[in-house]
């Protein structure tokens, strides 16, 4: 167990990494790179040792989370106090890179610029607007944002993905994504918050503040500016493992980068990619394609967290899947088999609208609270405005909404 949790947590001060920013509610040490450092196998062995004597065996809660609920605690009551000045109501210009995978210039060789609104829930960004931009499957991994000034991590409330269960090394715990907005995360150009995706794999991204624009010149529209560099392949093993990937890229031969693009296409995210290895270019940004994700994400509901992506490798077709609970209202199990690989992917899905204060508009991406309005047809989308209602039907809606709606 870190030597933090021998301390009280009422009069804890988390500790800074070597740049001066604080990781993972500061309670491991740092690694040279400001990244947290964790002894993964003593964590499984403390866990399988003392099983029993914690939690659903015996009703006590672990030490671990009892320090990290009194963290929670200090951290709600300072959201609560603090004044947002009406950031959550400007635009802002931000830069998201995945850090460690730089170009021959030590600049970062995949990055996006994004102008949206800060009072963007989290959860719903990185849902709808993160994901999609940069190509990361929605809902197959967990995920965490950490306030780089106190180290605060806020992650997807009931998530059930497999890599749930490295949670112990990314922080043990979080707020819920869907409480607070992007606002809650930096206060003025040249903050920068992390974005941690996959327990497991470990892919992290750093995400500055660019611009903040004035109060008047804020329309809360999402919009992709400009981006570098294809998103790595799902499954690749992290940032570390995909430097080096890179690096033995950069100076293969032809055929051997043709094997490596490959593989990239064989990976969840890139699927639908169409086309032959040879016209994958693992530096190129496809501002269209990306613009399609994003469209096709705002048009949708929020990602069903209790339910997330998985594969399956049945014994059984017929088989229950134990990972999913028991469904709500509007929700359903999504079965998508791929023969070739013996096995399905599964989700749960929505087809009820999200709560107005945790959405967004479906045309623009604006967050408009209780102000959204519900399409009148399926009732499953919100709209900022009815000109953007009109909008989107034309240009996407009307392609999804109810049969039964479109046939009145």
């Known amino acids: 167990m870190p030597e933090t949790f021998f301390e009280d947590p009422r009069i804890f001060k988390p500790k800074q990494g070597p740049h001066g920013q604080i990781q993972t509610w500061g309670i491991f040490p740092y690694i040279e790179d ?31 989370k009892q320090f990290m609920d009194v963290l929670k605690d200090r951290k709600r009551e300072q959201l609560s106090k603090l004044d947002l000045a009406d950031l959550d109501k400007k635009d802002i210009v931000i830069k998201i890179h995945l850090k460690f995978l730089q170009d021959a210039n030590g600049d970062p060789r995949i990055w996006r610029r994004v102008r949206l609104s800060a009072g963007m829930k989290i959860g719903v960004f990185q849902d709808k607007v993160l994901s999609p931009v940069l190509n990361w499957v929605r809902n197959l991994h967990c995920y965490t944002f950490t306030d780089l000034r106190d180290g605060a991590v806020f992650g997807p409330e009931d998530a059930n993905a497999t890599d749930i269960m490295h ?43 660019e611009k903040i624009f004035p ?63 040879s016209l994958f270019d693992i530096d190129a940004f496809d501002i269209d394609q990306a613009n399609e994700r994003l469209i096709a994400a705002l048009s949708s509901p929020n990602s069903v967290r209790a339910g997330m992506k ?29 023969h070739e690989s013996h096995g399905y992917w599964q989700e749960t899905t929505s087809s009820t ?31 900022c405005s009815a000109e953007h209602q009109k909008a989107h039907w034309k240009d996407v809606h009307k392609k999804q909404c109810s049969r039964k709606y479109l046939k009145k």
């Open 353 to 383: 609208k999200d709560k107005r204060s945790q959405s967004a508009c479906a045309a623009c991406g604006k967050p408009g609270g209780q102000d959204l309005k519900t399409c009148s047809g399926c009732r499953a989308i919100l709209y």
């Open 215 to 277: 109060l008047e010149e804020s329309y809360g529209r999402v919009q992709i500016l400009d981006g570098k560099g294809m998103c790595p392949g799902e499954n690749m093993r992290g940032s570390y493992q995909y430097q080096n990937f890179l690096k033995a890229y950069d100076t293969d031969s032809y055929a051997e980068q043709v094997k490596k693009r490959r593989e990239i296409l064989d990976c969840p995210n890139y699927k639908g990619f169409g086309k032959p290895p």
């Open 167 to 209: 949670i112990n090394q990314v922080g043990y715990d979080y707020l819920p994504d869907d409480k607070y907005m992007l606002a809650h995360l930096f206060s003025e150009v040249g903050d920068t918050f992390a974005h941690l995706y996959d327990y497991g794999d470990k892919w992290h991204h750093e995400i500055e503040i």
């Open 34 to 64: 400001n990244i947290w450092d964790f002894d993964g196998i003593q964590m499984m062995y403390r866990t399988m040792a003392h099983q029993f004597s914690y939690d659903n065996r015996s009703g006590k809660p672990w030490p671990e």
């Open 310 to 338: 998985a594969f399956t490798m049945p014994i059984n077709p017929s088989a229950h899947d134990s990972r999913m609970g028991k469904l709500k209202k509007g929700q359903s199990i999504q079965r998508e088999w791929d």
